[in-house]
C-alpha cells in the first residue's frame, strides 16, 4: 500500500490533564479526606490556596466618598459597599449614592473591558439607639472625660444633666436604666466602658467602673438583655427607608430583629420597594435566640459580632457566630459577617495575629462576605481590602468542603425543588472533576444562588441580563454575577454569546486556563424558569471545545 503524507491544517491537538489535581494546590489532600483528623492532620503549611477570592468583601464607606476611592475599590475586588444616611439631607444622601454609582460606571467602562461590575450597594440602618448626652466642657479644648477603673459614677436620664455629662454623672436618654437591678451591666461606647449597677434610686443608678476608659459625647450605651423600643424602626429609619428606595439601593439592613413579626412589619413598609432584599441584623440574644423564627421570611442576614457579644459575652460570641452561620448554611440565606476585621490596620500596615485568626476562622465557619468598616478610617484602604482577600483564601483553602456539601446535600430530602436538585448535581460534578469554574446562564439568578448554597471549590460565573439580579447576587461566595448587555439575536445564538462571554472575562482574569475543566448550566428552551441542562468542556487555547 503507498503511505501519503497528508498535511494537517488543522489546529493541533491539545493534550487536557485527566489529574490536574495536586496535593500542594489548595489543600487537595486533605480536603477529601474521610474524616475530621485525617482532614486536619492533612492540612499543609506550604499548600497554595487559589488565586480567586471567593468570599465576598464589604467596605464601609463614609459621607464624604468619591468616585475615585469607589473605583480603587473595584480595582481591589471589593464587590459591597456599606453606608448610612445618618445626618444627611435627601440630596447629600442622592449625591453620595451618586459618586458610587459613578466609580463603578467609570470602572467598568475604563478598566473593566466595558463589561458593568456589580457592585452591590447596602444602606445600614442605625434603629432605636440610646446615647450619653454631651461632656460639660471645663476648657475650651476639653473634648473627653475619663472615667476610671473601680471609680464609681451616676447613670441617670434626668434632662437637666443632658449637656453636663462629667466623671461623676452620665446622661442616657431612656429610663430603662431605672428597670436594672443589683449587678446588671451597662455599656458604653460600644464596649469600652463597662459599668456595674450598685443600687437603683428614683431617677438614677449608682455604679462601679468595671473597665475604664475616655468618653467624649453622645455615644452609644447598651444594657444587655433589655430591648429597646417597640417597634422594629423608628421614625427616622423609615424615612431612611423612603431615600433607599428612591435611590433605588440594594439592599437594606434592619436592626433590633428579635423575631419575624418585626421582620414582617419591615417587609410590609418597605413594599413599595420590594425589589430590595432586606436582611436582619442579629444583634441582640433575642433575635439571636429566635433564629429559626426569622431565619425563612429574610433575603439574608447580618451578623453583628460588637453588640451581640455586649450582651452574649466576650467569651461566647464565637459559639454564637457558629450557631447562626451554620443555621444560615443550612437554611441557605447569604451572610454578612461583622466583627471589627483587621482594625489594628488603621494605623499599622500589618494586623495582629489575633485578627488574623479571627478572619480567617469567620470564613472557615461559613460566612459569605467580611465587612471591614476599618475601610472608613484607614489611610490606606486598598491594602486592607487585599490584605483581606489573602486571608480569605487562606480559609477558603482550609476547608472541609467535601464534607460539608456532604452534611448540606443529606440535609435535602426529597422532594426538593428540580432547580435545586439540579444544582447538587452540578457541585458533585464540580468536585469529581476539579473544575475551574461554573459557567450559569440564569436570569432571576436563582440557579446560581442554589449552586453557591452546596458551596463548590471554584468561582460560579453567574451571567445575568439585568443589573438588580447581579448586584443581589454578588454577596453569595463563590458567585462572580456578571451583567450582559448586547441585545437578543434568539435564545440559543444568546446563550451561545453569553458563554463565550464568560469565558473571555475567566481567561482575562486568571480565573480560567487552557486545559483547565469548566461546567456548564444553561435552560434547555426560553423560559424554562432555571437551568435544568448541564455540559462540560475544556478550555482551548481560542475559544472553547466539548468534552
Known amino acids: 500500500m503507498d503511505s501519503t503524507i497528508v498535511s494537517n491544517t488543522e489546529e493541533?491537538?491539545?493534550?487536557?490533564?485527566?489529574?490536574?489535581?495536586?496535593?500542594?494546590?489548595?489543600?487537595?489532600?486533605?480536603?477529601?479526606?474521610?474524616?475530621?483528623?485525617?482532614?486536619?492532620?492533612n492540612?499543609?503549611?506550604?499548600?497554595?490556596?487559589?488565586?480567586?477570592?471567593?468570599?465576598?468583601?464589604?467596605?464601609?464607606?463614609?459621607?464624604?466618598?468619591?468616585?475615585?476611592?469607589?473605583?480603587?475599590?473595584?480595582?481591589?475586588?471589593?464587590?459591597?459597599?456599606?453606608?448610612?444616611?445618618?445626618?444627611?439631607?435627601?440630596?447629600?444622601?442622592?449625591?453620595?449614592?451618586?459618586?458610587?454609582?459613578?466609580?463603578?460606571?467609570?470602572?467598568?467602562?475604563?478598566?473593566?473591558?466595558?463589561?458593568?461590575?456589580?457592585?452591590?450597594?447596602?444602606?445600614?440602618?442605625?434603629?432605636?439607639c440610646i446615647t450619653t448626652g454631651s461632656i460639660f466642657h471645663t476648657t475650651t479644648t476639653q473634648r473627653l472625660i475619663e472615667l476610671s477603673t473601680n471609680a464609681h459614677v451616676y447613670v441617670t436620664n434626668d434632662v437637666e444633666y443632658k449637656f453636663k455629662c462629667t466623671e461623676d454623672r452620665i446622661?442616657?436618654?431612656?429610663?430603662?436604666?431605672?428597670?436594672?437591678?443589683i449587678n446588671d451591666r451597662i455599656y458604653l461606647d460600644y464596649g469600652k466602658i463597662e459599668l456595674a449597677v450598685l443600687?437603683?434610686?428614683?431617677?438614677?443608678?449608682?455604679?462601679?467602673?468595671?473597665?475604664?476608659?475616655?468618653?467624649?459625647?453622645?455615644?452609644?450605651?447598651?444594657?444587655?438583655?433589655?430591648?429597646?423600643?417597640?417597634?422594629?424602626?423608628?421614625?427616622?429609619?423609615?424615612?431612611?427607608?423612603?431615600?433607599?428606595?428612591?435611590?433605588?439601593?440594594?439592599?437594606?439592613?434592619?436592626?433590633?430583629?428579635r423575631n419575624?413579626?418585626?421582620?414582617?412589619?419591615?417587609?410590609?413598609?418597605?413594599?413599595?420597594?420590594?425589589?430590595?432584599?432586606?436582611?436582619?441584623?442579629?444583634?441582640?440574644?433575642v433575635g439571636l435566640e429566635n433564629m429559626d423564627d426569622i431565619i425563612p421570611g429574610v433575603d439574608g442576614v447580618f451578623l453583628n459580632r460588637p453588640n451581640l457579644s455586649m450582651e452574649v459575652g466576650h467569651d461566647k460570641i464565637f459559639l454564637a457566630q457558629k450557631i447562626v452561620l451554620s443555621k444560615c448554611n443550612l437554611a441557605g440565606k447569604p451572610t454578612i459577617t461583622y466583627g471589627e476585621y483587621l482594625n489594628s490596620m488603621e494605623v499599622s500596615t500589618v494586623p495582629t495575629s489575633a485578627e488574623v485568626n479571627d478572619l480567617i476562622n469567620t470564613v472557615m465557619d461559613g460566612t459569605d462576605c467580611i465587612y471591614l468598616d476599618v475601610t472608613m478610617r484607614s489611610a490606606n484602604k486598598l491594602h486592607c481590602i487585599q490584605y483581606a482577600a489573602s486571608l480569605c483564601r487562606q480559609g477558603e483553602?482550609?476547608?472541609?468542603?467535601?464534607?460539608?456539601?456532604?452534611?448540606?446535600?443529606?440535609?435535602?430530602?426529597?422532594?426538593?425543588?428540580?432547580?435545586?436538585?439540579?444544582?447538587?448535581g452540578c457541585v458533585e460534578v464540580s468536585f469529581k472533576c476539579h473544575a475551574a469554574a461554573i459557567i450559569v446562564i440564569t436570569t432571576s439568578g436563582l440557579s446560581a444562588k442554589f449552586i453557591a448554597r452546596y458551596r463548590p471549590r471554584c468561582p460560579v460565573l453567574a451571567i445575568v441580563r439585568h443589573g438588580k439580579a447581579a448586584r443581589k447576587l454578588s454577596v453569595w461566595r463563590n458567585v462572580i454575577a456578571l451583567q450582559y448587555i448586547d441585545p437578543i439575536?434568539?435564545?440559543?445564538?444568546?446563550?451561545?454569546?453569553?458563554?463565550?462571554?464568560?469565558?473571555?472575562?475567566?481567561?482575562?482574569?486568571?480565573?480560567?486556563?487552557?486545559?483547565?475543566?469548566?461546567?456548564?448550566?444553561?435552560c434547555s428552551k426560553q423560559n424554562a424558569g432555571f437551568a435544568n441542562t448541564m455540559s462540560v468542556f475544556y478550555v482551548s487555547a481560542g475559544d472553547f471545545v466539548n468534552a
Open 12 to 41: 493541533p491537538c491539545v493534550v487536557y490533564p485527566w489529574e490536574p489535581c495536586h496535593d500542594n494546590e489548595m489543600q487537595m489532600k486533605a480536603s477529601f479526606e474521610d474524616n475530621y483528623l485525617d482532614h486536619m492532620s
Open 43 to 128: 492540612l499543609k503549611i506550604e499548600s497554595n490556596p487559589s488565586p480567586n477570592t471567593l468570599t465576598t468583601i464589604a467596605c464601609g464607606v463614609l459621607h464624604n466618598v468619591t468616585r475615585s476611592l469607589i473605583e480603587e475599590f473595584c480595582e481591589s475586588g471589593a464587590s459591597m459597599v456599606i453606608f448610612d444616611f445618618n445626618g444627611l439631607s435627601f440630596e447629600q444622601s442622592r449625591k453620595m449614592v451618586y459618586e458610587i454609582r459613578q466609580g463603578v460606571f467609570n470602572y467598568s467602562l475604563k478598566k473593566n473591558n466595558r463589561v458593568p461590575y456589580s457592585m452591590t450597594l447596602v444602606l445600614d440602618l442605625e434603629g432605636s
Open 171 to 181: 446622661y442616657v436618654n431612656s429610663d430603662i436604666i431605672l428597670k436594672l437591678k
Open 199 to 257: 443600687r437603683v434610686d428614683e431617677d438614677e443608678v449608682y455604679c462601679v467602673i468595671k473597665r475604664g476608659e475616655f468618653l467624649g459625647s453622645e455615644k452609644v450605651v447598651h444594657v444587655p438583655g433589655i430591648p429597646v423600643g417597640s417597634t422594629a424602626l423608628t421614625k427616622l429609619d423609615e424615612e431612611k427607608i423612603r431615600t433607599g428606595i428612591q435611590l433605588k439601593v440594594d439592599v437594606i439592613l434592619v436592626p433590633g430583629v
Open 260 to 285: 419575624s413579626v418585626f421582620f414582617d412589619s419591615v417587609r410590609k413598609f418597605v413594599e413599595r420597594g420590594r425589589d430590595i432584599s432586606l436582611y436582619a441584623k442579629i444583634d441582640n440574644t
Open 397 to 424: 483553602a482550609a476547608i472541609w468542603e467535601q464534607q460539608l456539601f456532604t452534611e448540606l446535600n443529606k440535609k435535602s430530602k426529597p422532594k426538593i425543588d428540580p432547580a435545586q436538585a439540579i444544582s447538587i
Open 489 to 522: 439575536e434568539n435564545v440559543w445564538k444568546d446563550i451561545e454569546n453569553r458563554t463565550r462571554f464568560a469565558m473571555d472575562f475567566g481567561k482575562r482574569k486568571g480565573i480560567l486556563h487552557q486545559g483547565d475543566l469548566v461546567l456548564h448550566m444553561s
